[in-house]
Each structure stands twice: as structure tokens, then as C-alpha cells.
């Protein structure tokens, strides 16, 4: 019996060598080498398929990618160094004043989309973070308001407001700019330190005064004036720098004028018990 390759390609089988010396013939039918070839092609069709996906997918990741590099990009590009500035100066004066205010009212507003946000500070849009501020500006509101409370208060935070305001004004330049980052964080944390100065000596003076009235209408003129000096930042730069720098002029005045009256005061009630116990 001849093999099937020595008939001229008549026959679709082969036989092994054992088959061979027993003379038993393995070819395959017609149909199912058919079957077998139309399997292997669908193997390699799912192959082929299994692999453009991945390439669309990875395609479609770096375009994500791109697209958000492209968004923050446009989110610092679209704002100039003087603005940048504003931004990092109303930052770090507010926190100086109300910490918590500063972190929800910038996070809620890239939240909602008032502004666009640099990408130092997109974290503050994040639902936690905004929870966490809201819920210790709703607290704070309070304890702003009530006499010895205040003072209190601003004294525990003073060693958060005036790192927290250095790190919010660095993070509106981000790593884009190390020397301007820099620049921002010394920026932020003096101004931080000196709102705080101001809040914390003006508010000692006013609790003297037995009526709470006056603690009151202090503690809401800074309630008023954080959004309004970070809105200004935002909207209008230069007039922020402007109103920037008349608060800073008064701020160094009622230093002066509180820290003499406290000492002042201090020294009345040093005599008042002194000349008690002589007597």
C-alpha cells in the first residue's frame, strides 16, 4: 500500500510511523480537516480582535491621560503669574482668619465649577475633604461668636492656620514652578501669621468689654471678608493687591494700638490685685 504523499497528493492525511509498518491508514476526512481549518482561523480572528482591543484600550488611556494633563495645563496656563500671586495671597491671609472657610469656599467653588482650580488645589474639590471643612466651619462659626471661647480657639490654631495657609499658597503654583512655589509658601504663611496676629490681639482686646456685641460684629466682619478677598483674588487681581495692601496697613495699626492696651490693661489689673494684697 502506497503512502498517501506518494499518490500525488490524493489523499489530506498522514501516516505515523508505527500506523506505517502496521499498514493502518490515519488519513482524516475532507471534511474534517475543513472543520479544523475554519477553527484555526476563528482562534486566529479572536487572536486578532482580542489584540486590537487591547490597542484601542491602551489608545484610549493615553488619550484620557492627555486629556487631563492638557486640563490642568489649561487650568495654570489660563491664569497669569500676577493672578497666580492674588490667588496664593488671598489664600494664605485668609487661612490666617478662617481656615476652614478658605478650604471649603475654594473646594466647593471647583467643585461646582466656578472656577478652575490649579492642580495643586484640585484635592480640596474631593467630597471628604469638603465634608470634613464644612463640618469645622460650621463649628467655628460658633465658637468665633462667643467671648473667651474665641480667644481660645484662635490660640489652639495657631499652629494650623499659619502652616496650612505656607502649604495652600505653594500648592496654587504646584511643582510647575519650585522657585515660585517657594516664593508663594514664605508669602502665605507671613501673611497667614499676620491675620492670625491681628485676629488674636484684636479679639483679647475686645473680650475686656463685658458686652458681646462687639465680639460679634468682629467675629462677622471676618466672615464677610474671606470670600470677599477670595473672590477678589479670582475676579480681580490687581484690585485684590490694592485692598491687600490697606488691610495690611490697618492690620499693623491695630497691632500696635491692642498690643498697648492689653499691655496697658495687663498692668491695671497687675496694680488692682497688687495694691490688694498690700493693703
Known amino acids: 500500500r502506497r503512502h498517501p504523499r506518494q499518490r500525488g497528493g490524493q489523499g489530506r492525511g498522514l501516516l505515523l510511523p508505527a500506523e506505517e509498518a502496521a499498514g493502518v ?8 480537516a475543513s472543520a479544523a481549518a475554519v477553527a484555526a482561523g476563528a482562534a486566529w480572528a479572536v487572536a486578532d480582535a482580542a489584540s486590537a482591543v487591547g490597542a484601542l484600550a491602551q489608545s484610549v488611556g493615553q488619550s484620557v491621560g492627555l486629556a487631563s494633563g492638557e486640563v490642568a495645563t489649561r487650568a495654570l496656563s489660563a491664569m497669569d503669574t500676577p ?13 490666617g482668619l ?37 463640618l469645622m466651619l460650621f463649628i467655628e462659626f460658633f465658637a468665633d461668636k462667643i467671648p473667651g471661647l474665641d480667644s481660645l480657639w484662635d490660640a489652639t490654631h495657631s499652629v494650623v492656620r499659619i502652616p496650612a495657609g ?103 489689673v497687675r496694680g488692682l490685685f497688687g495694691g490688694g494684697a498690700a493693703a
Do not use: C
Not at 25 to 32: E, F, G, I, K
Not at 83 to 95: F, K, M, N, R, T
Open 25 to 32: 491508514d490515519l488519513t482524516l476526512p475532507a471534511s474534517a
Open 83 to 95: 493672578q497666580l500671586l492674588a490667588v496664593a495671597a488671598a489664600l494664605g491671609w485668609a487661612s
Open 98 to 134: 478662617r481656615l476652614y472657610a478658605v478650604v471649603f469656599l475654594t473646594g466647593l467653588a471647583g467643585w461646582i465649577g466656578w472656577v478652575q482650580l490649579p492642580p495643586g488645589l484640585v484635592l480640596l474639590e474631593n467630597p471628604l475633604v469638603l465634608g470634613a471643612a464644612g
Open 166 to 268: 505656607a502649604a495652600l499658597a505653594a500648592a496654587v503654583f504646584g511643582g510647575d514652578s519650585a522657585t515660585w512655589a517657594m516664593v508663594a509658601a514664605l508669602m502665605g504663611g507671613t501673611l497667614a501669621a499676620t491675620a492670625q496676629a491681628a485676629k488674636s490681639t484684636t479679639r483679647a482686646a475686645i473680650n475686656t468689654s463685658p458686652e458681646p456685641f462687639s465680639n460679634i460684629g468682629a467675629s462677622l466682619l471676618g466672615d464677610f471678608a474671606v470670600p470677599g478677598m477670595l473672590w477678589l483674588s479670582w475676579a480681580h487681581p490687581m484690585a485684590f493687591f490694592i485692598a491687600l495692601g490697606i488691610t495690611l496697613i490697618v492690620t499693623l495699626v491695630l497691632l500696635v494700638v491692642f498690643w498697648r492696651f492689653l499691655r496697658g490693661f495687663v498692668a491695671r
